[in-house]
């Protein structure tokens, strides 16, 4: 029988109905994810199964209902609070920061918040400055919180289930060029625990190091060097915290070489921070110094031409990797 | 919307609750009293931190929380420990807390601004303005999801009607009828501003927008508040939704201890004016003993029990071993 193949939408959907059978205690709320389904039609038919008590529309206040959703997770449910663009999370920030992240820590571990936050990245969809960022590193920087960011249709589903298992708050990013995605998703249960990085290809002269929306840039430019004779390995962390640190070290102390690169800016960011973490761990290892991509320092631009050159692409990763392995 | 701003009097014949209302004047008192050691611990530089007393608002935490079960939920404020007393809360271990010791509420990580105790429903003090609004919406929230019949009470000053997301949770809870009462205490001062400085319309008015039943009361009437409390209960549990409770109150205090000079923004007098005619304590006192529930030697002997539990409250807390610091990597995360 041929693998089963799902899209990343609907791999999100999958593991959404799946955990809300499972747990009567699984509600979604957000903007439009009832009838409507959310803009990208990722919730379609959950209300209809789950019904209006547990797939609930909001206003647009997103301060409001995820505050709502913290003290919910408190108090015995297990809210899956959606938030459409990841760009509204700056409405969220108090009660993600000093709120859910904090309530366990402040109540010396006596109340705790398991709830998830699904939320949106990534640019080149023409949507401009406040439709179009990528601002997992800001949560990343949050002790108390976790961070996802899968790849995958099948990482989308596997990690979306043990992140509503979590019994802290996690916030789950999806790349929203990515719901259309396909690729293999078994039909039986599985999870995938959070804090395990993923090698997506392996490989011996060069580690690029990449998430979410760059991991599949990564492989393309990986398929680009083979050509070349430079073969690359591709490590996806998959969630920036807990972050793997052993599996990325160790894929570079390997290769000599590294590339890092995430969506979201990179001076600050999580590339930044993976840099940082390379090179504390495999310094005497390198052969080339560590190189940084993440998206230009600049509010996304609307116009086409523009947008483009802010991300990463598999050209630049395909040079500057060669460039590192003194072939260029 | 109601807006009446005193409790009628119980009429001739109407025999008064009395072990209720005594209790009342206790939970006050310990309060109060709470606060005075709080005072002497930070003047001595015994307690680390900042201090916001409770002094003055008594009347408001007790008259709420005296219409809750215990495993009805709270949220409370920088300006908490009455909340929490009033809500149950030990005096040993908040002091232990507010000390930063480890047999304390939080185990030290939380002090003053941040008491939490589920074994009271009190689901954390908050020292972001306003920042509690959400988390005990979505109490009610889960209340009304899992059926367990328990209703949610967000306490917060009226320096919270400044933030936008107040208005978010009191609109969805007016739509999905959420078992949530919004008590403002309105203390007249946003820290160093008079609350009129800072705020358009009414305070009321901004209910109404909602549609959410509302009233005002005299804060200092601990029997006016718990009238008003039992009835928003009530509605509450009954599925009728939220409801919204203006406390008209005083806080005696500065914002917190260090605010010493304070004549820039109010006066002295006005100070004098609300400890001598407004005291929650004196006027309670003084309705138990008109009524014949008690009289001054019960009264002061209430006073000298609360004062004596709170001396050996404090002597725990001090005496209690600080945390050893490999704690402070214990829960981060559950």
């Known amino acids: 029988m041929p693998e089963r193949e799902l899209t990343f939408a609907q791999a999100v959907r999958e593991a959404l109905a799946e955990e809300m059978r499972l747990d009567s205690r699984i509600c979604i709320f957000g903007e439009d994810v009832a009838q409507a389904g959310t803009p990208f039609k990722v919730l379609s038919g959950l209300v209809e199964e789950f019904g209006a008590e547990r797939v609930l529309d909001t206003p647009i206040s997103e301060a409001g209902f995820t505050g709502i959703g913290v003290g919910a997770a408190m108090t015995g449910l297990r809210p899956v609070v959606d938030i459409m663009f990841g760009d509204f999370l700056t409405l969220t920030m108090d009660q993600m920061v000093n709120q859910a992240a904090k309530a366990h820590y402040m109540s010396g571990g006596h109340w705790k918040v398991p709830m998830v936050l699904r939320t949106t990245l990534g640019a080149t969809r023409r949507s401009a400055a406040q439709h179009s960022q990528s601002l997992h590193a800001w949560f990343s920087h949050i002790p108390g919180l976790k961070v996802v960011l899968p790849s995958t249709p099948y990482d989308a589903k596997g990690l979306l289930k043990t992140a509503i298992r979590d019994e802290n708050p996690v916030v789950f990013f999806e790349d929203k060029m990515m719901y259309r995605l396909k690729g293999p998703v078994p039909a039986e249960e599985y999870t995938i625990p959070l804090g395990v990085a993923d090698v997506k290809r392996k490989g011996d002269d060069i580690t690029l190091v990449a998430t979410s929306s760059m991991v599949q840039v990564a492989l393309g430019a990986a398929i680009q060097l083979e050509k070349e004779g430079i073969s690359a390995e591709v490590v996806d962390p998959r969630t920036t915290w807990p972050l793997d640190d052993n599996t990325i070290v160790g894929s570079v102390r390997k290769t000599s070489r590294v590339i890092v690169m995430d969506e979201g800016y990179g001076r600050y960011g999580v590339a930044a921070e993976l840099a940082a973490v390379i090179a504390e761990g495999a310094f005497y290892d390198l052969d080339a110094p560590v190189k940084r991509l993440g998206a230009m320092h600049v509010p996304i631009p609307f116009s086409p031409p523009l947008e483009d050159v802010t991300v990463p692409t598999e050209e630049q990763v395909f040079r500057a990797a060669k460039d590192l392995c003194g072939k260029s | ?334």
């Open chain 2, 1 to 334: 919307m109601s807006t009446v701003t005193s409790r009628s009097d119980p009429g001739p014949g109407i025999a008064p609750d009395q072990e209720k209302w005594l209790r009342a004047y206790r939970q006050m008192v310990r309060i109060r009293l709470f606060e005075e050691q709080v005072n002497e611990l930070y003047t001595r530089a015994l307690m680390p931190g900042l201090a916001h007393l409770y002094s003055g608002e008594e009347a408001v935490a007790v008259g709420i929380c005296e219409a809750l079960h215990i495993d009805d939920y709270i949220t409370s404020t920088h300006r908490g420990h009455g909340h929490c007393l009033a809500k149950g809360a030990s005096p040993d271990r908040m002091f232990a807390e507010l000390l930063g010791k480890e047999a304390g509420y939080c185990r030290g990580k939380g002090g003053s601004m941040h008491i939490a105790d589920p074994a009271t429903g009190n689901l954390g003090a908050n020292a972001i303005v306003g920042g509690s609004v959400g988390i005990a919406t979505g109490a009610a929230f889960a209340s009304k999801q899992l059926g367990n019949g328990r209703v949610a009470v967000c306490f917060f000053g009226e320096g919270a009607l400044g933030q936008g997301s107040l208005y978010e949770v009191i609109n969805l809870a007016q739509l999905w009828k959420l078992p949530v009462i919004y008590v403002c205490e309105n203390n007249l001062y946003n820290e160093y501003t008079h609350y009129s400085e800072t705020t358009s319309g009414t305070i009321l008015g901004r209910a109404a927008a909602f549609g959410v039943e509302a009233a005002v009361v005299d804060g200092q009437d601990v029997r006016a508040v718990n009238e008003f409390a039992a009835r928003f209960v009530k509605r509450a549990r009954a599925g009728e939704g939220p409801a919204f409770l203006q406390a008209d109150t005083y806080r005696y205090s500065g914002h917190h201890v260090g605010d010493v000079n304070r004549e820039y923004y109010r006066s002295k007098s006005e100070e004098q004016q609300w400890k001598t005619e407004r005291d929650p304590i004196q006027l309670h006192g003084k309705w138990l003993i008109d009524q014949g529930c008690s009289d001054s030697a019960t009264l002061d002997q209430i006073a000298t029990e609360a004062r004596v539990e709170m001396e050996a409250a404090v002597k725990f807390a001090v005496e209690a071993p600080y945390p050893s610091t490999d704690q402070v990597n214990e829960d981060i995360y559950a």
